[in-house]
């Protein structure tokens, strides 16, 4: 009669209820669900069955016994009544692995060394001898759980663990592990609709652990039958005419199934990672059974003729970068499956299941796993109509799909008028939409790189409490989607925000970390633009005319620009004519960008620190160098564009004491509020205002100018900062056909000394 043995299969947390579906498939006989696995029993073939079919298992262990612990002589004591001797020889090597914790046994390493006492000294009882530990590729395995006032010791008859199937040769960011993609698949129903010849496709594939798993099951391969060593090989107990005739089994299964595989589809953004996910494919014996394709998520489109599955873990926030590419990428995906995929199943593993509704589906299903230590949703959606054509659908019929037409009919009116304003100008960068319909509160912007691509840079503006979410979400999801219809562009080139009220430096500060830098044209002057890793592109377009009238008026003139940003209006002034313009702000980021703007229109640009030690009769030289950096040479010359890191108003204090100091034209357009943790003070535009015009006069040359700019809303000039000068409001010959809308985009005043 076969001996029925009792096991504790392993997996990760979540897995436990599909796992004892499939352990009763294997043969199991009693199953139940305990904490990180299963208990359950069956004769010896169960455990080769375990360790061969399981996809969900990560260890399959064989308790040897389980015991009260007071302390370490106890561990010691209760691990020495096992029969060693009786499981695994003496010319055998071995490890010890620690799980679990006790407050009586508090170090696992520790614990681990009196587990290994207690079977060297059984095995000299025993023979004389003990056999030797080896850390790296042990023949037995010994698992000991810590569970409070108890431990339990378990030989490892699986070896490594389950989940490393051996395929993969490389990975991208945070790959899946594979008993948790085969989790989802089977959550999914990917059994049922590869039985039935629907295609898997995977947008955001990554090294293609979804599809490799998904193409095993579909096609009937056991998950470690390429699978070198097991634990059990070197137990006392194995028996290997059994094991060997499974194996043939599974060989026989493997070579009918390969040819039955239903289409598989994996496509990423990333051409690199593919290299690795078609190379796993290669390892994991399924040549070229997997189409892989370069490309972005949103233009998927079904693959094969019957009903498929999508399945995806996209990225999460922390992977893919700002929290507005994480939200674009939810929205456009619901409206990129209800457009192309009608009747498939889709299902989403994400971190973030507040952002399931951004989708516009109702999920229908929704499981619990963990991707490692974070906790995950599986979120599973039917999408409604009937199965999508083929064929890509004109233009058109995206935009019906969409929803959205009031938002349509309105893009396309002001892409009407305000293309041709834009040809005729020459104007390659302009906003096309700005809130023109509330219920769409939207910016939008046109950028046309280099080379004629053009992109869109869409931010959405902080809606007010009266809005209901649900209908906020709605709307952008169809707006997002009529752009992308409207413009026929990839998804990379639409680059979106939200733009909630920004205090301090939070409008300054990194979004993400995309680093992709377009360069655009300006009227002739070639700029730079980074339109995802800042909430402000770098272009502040709006200031297009007051940069051009600062170009006019620059010829031969010395130009100071406060708050500089990324220097475009010293740009502009350099290119009208300018004898020098000088550029200070806070941040080196900008300032470094600002010389990459001058240095892409062929100008030399110098760099100078803020302050030096007081000279003798006590004042500063606003152009001396920082503690700590290196004099310049003899016979120095200031370059012809200069660019200094430092606070615009104590940089204005100082330099008035230095009648060489005085600028022809000045144009000075501060933040609304700053709290750098750089700045003396707190800087608020409608508080400060008055002392920074004040200051920036002093620096006027006779007959200079002064353009003072800015922003904020309902902002009000006080009379006291221009009070002597002739000050005029000028902001409506500031603002281009693109910012006519009311309110102002900004104000400006033209102060003459």
Request: hydrophobic fraction near 40%.
């Amino acid at each position: 009669m076969t001996t029925a043995l009792s096991l504790f299969v392993t997996c990760p947390r979540g897995l436990e209820p599909l796992l004892v579906t499939e352990l009763h498939a294997l043969g199991a006989g009693e199953a139940y669900e305990r904490a990180g696995g299963v208990t359950c029993s069956g004769p010896r073939e169960l455990a080769y069955r375990a360790c061969l079919w399981s996809r969900l298992a990560s260890r399959v262990l064989l308790p040897l016994g389980r015991f009260a612990i007071e302390g370490a002589d106890d561990l010691y004591a209760g691990a020495r009544t096992v029969d060693w001797p009786d499981l695994f020889a003496a010319d055998s090597t071995f490890s010890i692995s620690v799980a679990g914790h006790s407050p009586k046994v508090t170090h696992t390493h520790f614990a681990g060394l009196k587990v290994k006492d207690a079977i060297a000294d059984r095995f000299r009882e025993h023979c004389g001898r003990r056999p030797n530990v080896d850390t790296d590729a042990p023949d037995i395995r010994v698992h000991v759980h810590l569970e409070r006032e108890h431990a339990g010791v378990s030989l490892d008859l699986s070896g490594d663990s389950l989940h490393r199937r051996g395929y993969r040769s490389g990975t991208g960011e945070a790959p899946l592990k594979e008993n948790l993609a085969c989790a989802i698949l089977l959550r999914a129903g990917w059994p049922d609709i590869a039985a039935r010849g629907g295609a898997l496709i995977d947008p955001m594939c990554g090294s293609g652990t979804l599809l490799i798993e998904g193409a095993w099951m579909a096609s009937d391969v056991a998950p470690a039958l390429s699978r070198q060593r097991f634990g059990f090989e070197a137990w006392l107990d194995h028996v290997p005419a059994i094991w060997n005739e499974l194996k043939r089994e599974a060989q026989s299964r493997r070579d009918l199934g390969l040819k039955q595989l239903p289409p598989l589809l994996g496509r990423d953004l990333d051409p690199r990672v593919l290299t690795h996910a078609r190379r796993n494919a290669l390892n994991a014996g399924l040549g070229e059974a997997i189409t892989w394709e370069a490309g972005d998520v949103l233009q998927v489109r079904p693959h094969g003729h019957t009903p498929g599955l999508l399945a995806t873990n996209p990225p999460y926030g922390e992977r893919l970068g700002a929290e507005g590419e994480v939200i674009k990428l939810y929205s456009l995906l619901g409206s990129t499956l209800k457009q192309h995929f009608g009747g498939w199943r889709a299902a989403v593993l994400t971190a973030r299941p507040d952002l399931g509704p951004r989708t516009g589906l109702r999920a229908d299903a929704i499981h619990s796993f963990y991707n490692g230590d974070l906790p995950c949703k599986l979120l599973q959606f039917g999408i409604a109509g009937p199965p999508t054509p083929s064929a890509e659908p004109a233009a058109a019929s995206i935009a019906e799909a969409a929803g959205g037409g009031e938002f349509a009919n309105r893009l396309a009116k002001n892409r009407k008028h305000l293309g041709k304003w834009a040809r005729r100008t020459g104007v390659t960068c302009y906003r096309v939409y700005d809130a023109d319909l509330p219920e769409y509160a939207l910016a939008v912007d046109v950028y046309e790189a280099a080379g004629a691509e053009l992109h869109l840079h869409v931010q959405e503006y902080a809606a007010p409490k009266t809005v209901d979410p649900i209908k906020a979400e709605k709307r952008l999801r169809e707006a997002l989607a009529q752009l992308l219809a409207a413009y026929r562009l990839p998804a990379s080139h639409l680059h979106f925000k939200q733009r909630a009220v920004q205090r301090g430096a939070l409008q300054y500060e990194k979004q993400g970390e995309q680093l992709r830098v377009l360069e655009v044209e300006e009227h002739g002057a070639k700029l730079l633009v980074n339109l995802d890793d800042y909430m402000d592109t770098g272009l502040f377009l709006d200031h297009r005319l007051l940069r051009m009238r600062l170009r006019k008026e620059a010829a031969g003139r010395r130009v100071l620009n406060l708050f500089c940003y990324t220097g475009v209006a010293s740009v502009q002034a350099a290119l009208g004519g300018a004898r020098q313009t000088v550029s200070v702000d806070l941040s080196n980021t900008y300032l470094h960008w600002a010389q990459r703007n001058f240095r892409l229109n062929g100008f030399e640009v110098g760099e100078l620190a803020r302050e030096q030690p007081p000279t003798a009769s006590g004042s500063r030289s606003p152009w001396a160098r920082a503690p700590g950096t290196r004099s310049r040479p003899s016979g120095f010359a200031p370059a012809p564009h200069l660019t200094v890191r430092d606070d615009c108003m104590a940089w204005l204090e100082r330099s008035a004491a230095d009648p060489q100091q005085r600028f022809d034209l000045i144009f000075c357009d501060p933040p609304t509020f700053s709290n750098s943790a750089r700045l003396t003070e707190v800087f608020d535009v409608q508080r400060d205002h008055p002392t920074l015009i004040q200051r920036a006069r002093a620096l006027l040359a006779p007959g200079g100018v002064l353009y003072f700019s800015t922003n904020r809303r309902k902002f009000k000039l006080d009379p006291a900062a221009a009070e002597g000068a002739d000050c005029v409001d000028i902001t409506a010959q500031t603002l281009d056909e693109d910012f006519k809308r009311p309110p102002p985009a900004h104000r400006c005043w033209r102060i003459t000394a």
